[in-house]
């Protein structure tokens, strides 16, 4: 007799990257009646804990979708070759999301969310000695290589940061298409601000708040799916960025931060951007670092000696 084999009940997932809209697209996808994910955003299970078994990941899941889309938004897919790679092994089919940001202003994103939450450092080069994934998020060639090694290209649909911000709403259409849902569904959210800049009113309390945040489900998926149920509560979420959080004015311009750059990751970031535009037949032309060029020159060099 036959053993019957399993259909994996997920289909799609958004992979990263990191700081580049991944709270934007999961309330816009869980919104979409004929899509289906986990309450909670981020269950890490191709990165983190694969070792629960897809009986548990699939627990995320309702047993019948009755037709619907299932997928999840973990941003921490994109930059692990393993997640990949496991990701390939449970859906050879799967369709994978990404979002890419122009990497030094995802960088200095990445590095205001750890101020935000109480636990960043004074600047951006030694949050990457405490947190080197601040930069290497941002090596978006080498991993979209990878994902293209092991996904034909028509799965994998690469979204620029920049035309989200210009055009969320032939984003939201695309991204629809793309997993099989009806591309003229408009959320409610297209517009909405998801996890805007701030500095903590407390830096302990918000340090606290981010480690239980953090740190409340683990490995727990009733634990995981309850804390997305209470974000969901928007008028309770507004009182807690209300409480911990305050809006401060700073620089927008990510070519502010270049000089706290390490020279290394400079270096590495303008190959990437290069390799990525031969890769996408793109102009991303505004991403390199000012004075940088097509040779990668230095900024820092350039800009110190214009004094």
């Not at 903590?200 to 409340?216: G, I, K």
């Not at 489900?217 to 209470?230: D, E, F, H, K, P």
């Not at 979420?237 to 209300?242: K, N, Q």
């Not at 890769?279 to 390199?288: A, E, P, Q, T, Y």
Request: aromatic content about 12%.
């Amino acid at each position: 007799m036959s053993r019957i084999k399993h259909e994996p009940r997920a289909s799609f997932a958004f992979i990263g990257s990191c700081r580049a809209g991944s709270s934007w697209f999961f309330e816009i996808l869980r919104e979409h009646p004929q899509v289906v994910l986990p309450q909670n955003k981020g269950t890490l299970f191709f990165s983190n804990l694969y070792d629960m078994g897809v009986a548990w990941y699939e627990g995320f899941y309702p047993t019948r979708l009755d037709g619907r889309i299932a997928g999840e938004v973990c941003e921490r897919y994109l930059s692990s070759p393993e997640a990949l790679a496991r990701i390939r092994g449970y859906r050879p089919d799967m369709r994978l999301i990404c979002c890419i940001r122009n990497p030094y202003e995802r960088a200095v994103s990445a590095w205001r969310f750890f101020v935000r939450n109480g636990v960043g450092m004074p600047s951006i080069a030694a949050e990457g000695i405490l947190h080197p994934d601040i930069f290497r998020n941002g090596y978006y060639a080498t991993q979209l290589g990878v994902a293209r090694e092991l996904f034909p290209e028509h799965q994998l649909l690469v979204i620029v940061f920049d035309d989200l911000a210009r055009r969320p709403e032939a984003v939201a259409r695309q991204v629809y298409a793309f997993i099989g849902a009806d591309p003229d569904f408009v959320p409610s959210s297209l517009r909405r601000r998801v996890n805007g800049n701030a500095v903590p009113r407390s830096r302990s309390l918000a340090r606290l708040v981010h480690d239980v945040h953090m740190r409340s489900w683990g490995r727990s998926r009733w634990a995981s799916t309850a804390v997305g149920m209470l974000k969901r509560i928007r008028p309770l979420r507004r009182l807690v960025v209300t409480a911990l959080y305050r809006d401060e004015s700073r620089s927008a311009d990510w070519a502010d931060f270049i000089p706290a750059f390490p020279e290394e990751v400079v270096a590495r970031y303008e190959q990437e951007i290069r390799a990525l535009e031969k890769m996408l037949r793109r102009d991303l032309s505004h991403w390199h670092a000012p004075a940088a060029g097509a040779a990668g020159t230095d900024p820092r060099t350039t800009r110190a000696g214009a004094s």
